[in-house]
């Protein structure tokens, strides 16, 4: 069975979620979830990254949430952020058939909405907060418990493949 991964990167908080389907539609296991702190060493944490990809035989998909300044406020993290999304894309380029970079905004309500159609999920959140996101990773994992919103997040950025809400865009030399 296929292995999918997503990273959620933050410059505090990097998490990620290794999951593949569960055999019941629209639901998928979770096999392992963390978080990594890049703030301390970055280079280890794509290290760690890259050794779990290995480890778990991923050869599909892997998923990176893209970093999008809202309202165009830029944080003090932005610029490592970004960077660290470079040194992700870098490292994962040849090592997975589709690398996909999606913004929050476009995974969390395209998520939600196939949910809704295909299975009557409710969103108990109308804005894109911890709670929409912690209820929807909930929905499509059967109530896995997460130690972080971070990891509920990498889950669904991992699962959106699955839901074909996305077209992968092919690698172009």
Known sequence: MAIYIGIDPGWKNCA??????????????????????????????????????????????????????????????????????????????????????????????KLVQINNKLFGYQSPSTILDKKYSLSIAKFITNNYEFKTDHEADATCLASTPLFNSYRPRKKTN
């Open 16 to 109: 990620y979620s290794i999951v593949e389907p569960s055999g019941t539609m629209g639901k998928i296991q979770v096999i392992k979830t963390g978080v990594l702190n890049p703030s301390e060493n970055e280079y280890e944490c794509v290290k760690t990254l890259s050794d779990l990809v290995k480890d778990y035989d991923v050869k599909k998909y892997l998923t990176i949430e893209r970093f999008v300044p809202y309202n165009k406020v830029f944080s003090s993290d932005s610029e490592n952020i970004t960077m660290l999304i470079g040194m992700l894309k870098a490292e994962f380029y040849s090592k997975v058939e589709e690398l996909l970079l999606i913004r929050a905004i476009d995974w969390k309500i």
